[in-house]
């Protein structure tokens, strides 16, 4: 094997970790007996440049041991030398960062954050509808308007606006609501927006507290892109040869970045690969499963969320061995009991402080779907209010002018909806008299 935490650790005078514990639990379902041996250079297996097999892969090939219990990536140039069995830990490549090695530049419109783009179309357009409602149960009221000819109406549309926006700044605008019905509108608004307020302070609160703003990098696409970090990879290893062996245009890039600097961002162990990530402006590109490991024992380091290159660590045993066909079934069957769970569980426990809260996101239109109800209720019961105002003065002029209801209703409504003439008119000046 190979001393890698949490594979294989020695503790005092004895080897623990991950590889240790599923050595062990083979043995029990094999019943075989087994003595442990750390790899001579300290390599998981390339071809030199003699054309020689380095590392464990080299050990099992010249026979100097019999299986390799390892997180030992399986590939296709290692299958062509060595056999293996079925992956035991499923992996892939990704690039495992410091929290705050990238700047992140606050965006200029960051006060949006807390709304979505929907609620924010949603919010302008309640508001729009609420100043027209204002407007219009205004001019419909008596109590509001009782001579559509003679007084002036204080609710025109630009003074609504007017009392609809100082109601954001939980302010009184004026002018003041008389109307019952104006007065229902008003406080179905003012609820609106104080619970409108409330929440957009805390999810604002939450955003600037919680660590969960987006990393700058995210992608292998967003690592090329950027020119603060250094990145790259284990000098050697599997991941350096998925990039090398790549048709894709990014990998390709991404090789020639490493290649062209091997002397300064290829590591030659993984410890040192932390400890540079660790120091600042560089990031490592490597197999996903320890950056995970790595990232739970170092609370402040992180991978991106993208992993490439789906593979599996299997255990190399010699070509055509009897040990590979029944160190497979019995991986399955350590799988299927729940085995292999509970040791990824037990060696790859955290100790970072856990989050208090989840990932932040904008408040989506539906999380407020109740109060753009209660607001659309209140406008209506608002214009039906002034309606029902308006037919009892409708009845009350019916009584004396002796006509019809519903003909001095119309009457009333098609006055008090002109635009003009919604004034008192002003007095015409006097002439000055001669001397």
Not at 70 to 75: D, E, I, Q, R, S
Not at 233 to 239: A, P, Q
Not at 245 to 260: T, V
Not at 336 to 363: F, I, N
Request: aromatic share 10%; net charge neutral; proline share 5%.
């Amino acid at each position: 094997s190979v001393q890698e935490d949490p594979y294989v650790m020695v503790r005092s005078t004895e080897l623990e970790g991950y590889c240790i514990d599923l050595l062990k639990a083979l043995a029990a379902e094999l019943h075989f007996s087994y003595r442990v041996k750390v790899v001579g250079d300290g390599q998981y297996g390339a071809i030199s440049s003699k054309g020689n097999w380095t590392g464990m892969v080299g050990e099992i090939i010249r026979q100097e041991a019999d299986i390799a219990v390892a997180p030992l990536t399986v590939t296709s140039a290692r299958e062509e030398v060595v056999s293996f069995t079925t992956p035991f830990l499923q992996t892939g490549i990704g690039i495992l960062l410091r929290k705050d090695s990238v700047s992140q530049q606050t965006p200029l419109f960051h006060f949006l954050a807390p709304f979505s783009k929907e609620t924010w179309t949603g919010l302008l357009f309640a508001y729009v509808l609420t100043c027209l409602c204002l407007c219009l149960v205004a001019r419909l009221s008596p109590c509001e308007w009782n001579e559509p000819k003679k007084e002036e109406n204080h609710f025109t549309f630009l003074n609504s606006l007017w009392f609809g926006a100082g109601a954001f700044a939980l302010q009184g605008a004026s002018p003041r609501p008389r109307a019952l019905s104006v007065r229902v509108i008003a406080a179905i608004w003012w609820l609106f927006t104080l619970a409108l307020v409330a929440a957009y302070i805390a999810n604002f609160t939450a955003l600037l507290s919680s660590g969960s703003e987006q990393l700058p990098i995210q992608t292998f696409e967003d690592l090329v892109k950027q020119r603060e970090l250094e990145f790259g990879t284990l000098d050697g290893s599997s991941t350096y040869y998925f990039f090398k062996n790549s048709k894709n245009p990014l990998h390709q890039l991404i090789h020639e970045y490493m290649d062209k600097r091997r002397d300064y961002v290829l590591v030659k162990t993984y410890q040192e690969a932390i400890q540079r990530v660790l120091d600042g402006s560089y990031a490592f590109i490597g197999e996903s499963v320890s950056q995970e490991l790595a990232a739970a024992r170092h609370c402040n380091l992180i991978r991106a969320p993208e992993v490439i290159g789906a593979r599996g660590f299997g255990i190399a045993t010699p070509k055509g061995s009897p040990l590979t066909t029944q160190l497979s079934a019995a991986i399955l069957r350590l799988r299927e009991s729940g085995h292999l769970d509970h040791l990824r569980t037990k060696w790859w426990e955290s100790h970072c402080r856990p989050q208090a809260r989840g990932r932040w996101a904008p408040l989506p239109p539906h999380t407020l779907s109740g109060l753009f109800l209660t607001l659309a209720i209140g406008l209506a019961l608002g214009v039906l209010m002034a309606l029902m105002e308006l037919s009892q003065r409708s009845r009350r002029s019916a009584e004396h002018t002796q006509k019809s209801c519903c003909s001095i209703f119309v009457e009333e409504l098609c006055t008090r909806l002109q635009i003009k003439d919604n004034t008192r008119p002003r007095p015409e000046p006097s002439a000055k008299t001669s001397a």
